[in-house]
Each structure stands twice: as C-alpha cells, then as structure tokens.
C-alpha cells in the first residue's frame, strides 16, 4: 500500500512552515540540540524583503509568512509535530522532522553552482 501523502492533512501554510523549520533544524546556525532526544530547538530567522537566505537556499517572503503567524504554531503543534516556544522559536519534534511535507523543491530554491 503505498504511503499517504500528508496523512495529518496540514494546510498549505502549515506545510510551507514545518518545510521551514526542518531546513532551519538542519542549519547549526539557527538550530540546536533539544532536551528530549530526536528533538531539535529551533529559531525562525526574521525575513524582510522578498527573500532571504537559509544556508544555499533563497526563499521567497511570502513562502515564510506563516514562521510569524502563531496560529500556524498552534495547529502544529496540535498535530505533534512542533512544541511552540512562539515567538522564539519551537522545538522540532522526530515526528516533524521526519514528515514528508513534499515542498522542499517547491520553495527551497537552490542554485546550480
């Protein structure tokens, strides 16, 4: 049976969100080890203008809007996926980090060079 793709049906911001805190968790720069183990602590960067940068990727201001919007926090961590810290930062459970969010591509734009 193949797996289902976004089996706790998360809406388009929630997805944009976890896909940007998985890339931050994978950063040492905004990411840290968390108390519990498989966990990550991670703080959102504060984006201005139409894009920045997370290590070798640009993402557009408008893929991040929801890394400032404490409802999208809620609904995550509703679903396990986060423990909220807003607006520090939260802390990336296993379960978050592991989960296919099939935007990586989508709004992770990296050059070729």
Do not use: C
């Not at 998360?10 to 498989?38: D, H, I, M, V």
């Not at 520090?88 to 990586?104: K, P, Q, R, W």
Request: net charge neutral; hydrophobic share 35%; proline share 9%.
């Amino acid at each position: 049976m193949p797996i289902k793709r976004n089996p706790l049906r998360l809406n388009p911001l929630q997805l944009k969100t976890l896909t940007l805190f998985q890339e931050l968790a994978r950063l040492g720069e905004y990411s840290g080890p968390g108390k519990e183990p498989g966990t990550i602590v991670v703080r959102p960067p504060d984006p201005h203008g139409d894009h920045f940068h997370l290590g070798d990727a640009v993402v557009a201001t408008r893929d991040a809007s929801g890394l400032h919007n404490p409802a999208v926090w809620v609904a995550l961590e509703r679903k396990g996926l986060i423990r909220s810290m807003y607006p520090d930062g939260v802390v990336l459970t296993s379960a978050g980090f592991d989960y296919e969010t099939g935007l990586h591509e989508t709004i992770l734009h990296k050059s070729a060079h």
